[in-house]
């Protein structure tokens, strides 16, 4: 069925096929329905012109009346470009146009009064507008709006007059056109209870809004929207599947009774125990618990893991913990094995290099239900490895794992799809993390063990490397470790290198008396690990790296990182690195060197590094820096469909939107109530726009 919406947009008036192509190319936008969702961006105030006298470089986009007085083209081939000279009568400039030339020329009209918009550019001493919209004076409306609309447009298109005004003409059209189909998406109630404009209004007061409220308004009614649906769609999926997979009910805690009382080393964090009572309820609830842990490098997440574990045990069944790396596979076992010894549990480890003969062993044991607790890598996923009764998988540092290898895991028993705890120390904010984990359900571990001293962390430049030096030296001396971390950028992976071996001549020259470490992503894994492992013995007094330490790594005596060419990492990447120290007892410093001159963009994540230690304050600032679409899994979460919203700046309306589809869900799981019956649909044509884009790409 196709409806008004599915209109392909060359039939607007005044487009056509040729314009139709472009903007198809261009802009990704078919239909008339895409076409009224191209929302401005912003809006300006046009009521204002300015006389040439006023015009300088610092200006934003400018609004001027004035007249042509001459036109010249200037160059030739590819640098040919068309250059205006416009008059009013306080001086002098230009315009440049670089691409359509033939098409500009047509539209400029010596001598007669026409309205020029665009950015102000200083070239030598004359001001100029480079590709300005331009429209005659005459065919200015009497008032132009505060709120003239401005929208997303590409070079191409501006080339052929489809800049934002030519955009808005479009719109002059088409919304008008569409008022009359456009119908309610959401239900009254929800319309009524969060003061909801309704859809009509909010898509013509977007595209031309009749005051600042109505704007504010409209804007508000789209955003809700969107995260309504999208909200909707994973609630909807996460139902399916608890309803679906019957879990094995995990209820008994003795062996956490005998831990607790005899071994555990520390008092558990409040936020430990909280955890642990989330994913216990879970267990022990007959449906199939999907969780993920969030906590901050160093908050003991292996800690609740093995008490998770120890539920699972008590009540007969076994468990696996996954890590992504060999190193960090190794360091679980070790670290959980003095654990399982004290309460008589049996513990293997199964790598990539676990010998053919032990694998033996550990499947047999497995099968026969003699091994409680197998820690590895993904080489826990082959099929080869059977269980007699596996009861909960823990994942660590989900995201270098997809949903398809969480799905293998889930393989892994045949009655009962086991638990699975994911944990991650990739702080993500709250509104990212029910959108991009909508299908899981959240515990947060926002509490560091006490006594903890917080890592000291300092910015310095290249220039003041020999006081670093001094300082790395002193705290050797005094017993510590220290890492030294090279940034790995793929695009040049030799000049990484070559950075990085140069940073190590230096060091070790610079360090004559300490023995130094190197480990980098073209070592062999068997090499890796053993210049890993001289550093975790204490060997080894400097660690020299690219990022392969940047995850889990526990070496508790090293209390120093220094971060080389800082400015190139990524915020959460940082923060990752930073986590490596501050693990002992000993005050932890992280030292962020760089060169002197940054771009805005470095100096911010610098600057937040510095101020804070906090994982999900820095994930907030990383989020507003690098927009959600950087962070993984966007393209099957449905970020992608957010329009309008933003997840960085709109949480509150995710909060309620996300409400209110809860609410919707719980009263009318299938939407069989007449009063949804638009959410039905609403569904419907989204899911048919997906088809039609997988179609399509
Ligand atoms: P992460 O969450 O980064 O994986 P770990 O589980 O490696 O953190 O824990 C970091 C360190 O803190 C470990 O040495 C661990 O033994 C210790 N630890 C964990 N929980 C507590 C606690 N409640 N009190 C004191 N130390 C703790
Ligand atoms: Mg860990």
Redesign the pocket.
Known sequence: MSTFFDTRIEFIRGVGPQKAALINKELNIFTYGEMLQHYPFRYEDRTKFYKIREINEDLENVQLIAKIRKIETIGDGRRKRLVAIIEDETGEMELTWFQGLQWVVKKLMPGVPMVFYGKPNRYGRKMSIAHPEMEPLTSLQEQRSFFQPVYNTTEKLRAKFLDSRGISKIMEVLVPASLPQIQETLPPEIIRRFNLQEKKAAIQQIHFPSGLEELKRARFRLKFEEFFFLQLRLLKLKLTRTEKSQGQVLGQTELVNVFYKEHL?????GA?KRVIREAFTDMKSGKQMNRLIQ?????????VAFICMLIAISSGAQTCLMAPTEILANQHFE?LKPYAKLMGLRIALLTGSTKKSERKIIHELLLQGELPILIGTHALLEDIVQFKNLGLAIVDEQHRFGVAQRAKLWAKNERFWPHVLV?T?TPIPRTLAMTLYGDLDISV?DEL???RKPIETVHRYDKDRLKVFGFMRQQILAGRQVYVVYPLIEESEVMDLKNLMDGYESIFRAFPEFPVSIVHGNMKAADKDFEMQRFVKGETKIMVATTVIEV?V?V?NASVMIVENAERFGLSQLHQLR?RVG?GADQSYCILMSKYELSKDSRLRLDTMVRTNNGFEIADVDLRLRGPGDLMGTQQSGLTDLLIADLSKDATILTMARDAAQNLLQEDPLFEKPENVMVLRQIQVQRKHEMNWSRIS
Not at 295 to 303: E, F
């Open positions: 080393p520390f008092e558990l964090t430990q906590g901050d490098v160093g908050s003991g997440k292996t800690m670290g944990m120390a571990i063990p006490a006594g889990g526990n508790p986590g693990r």
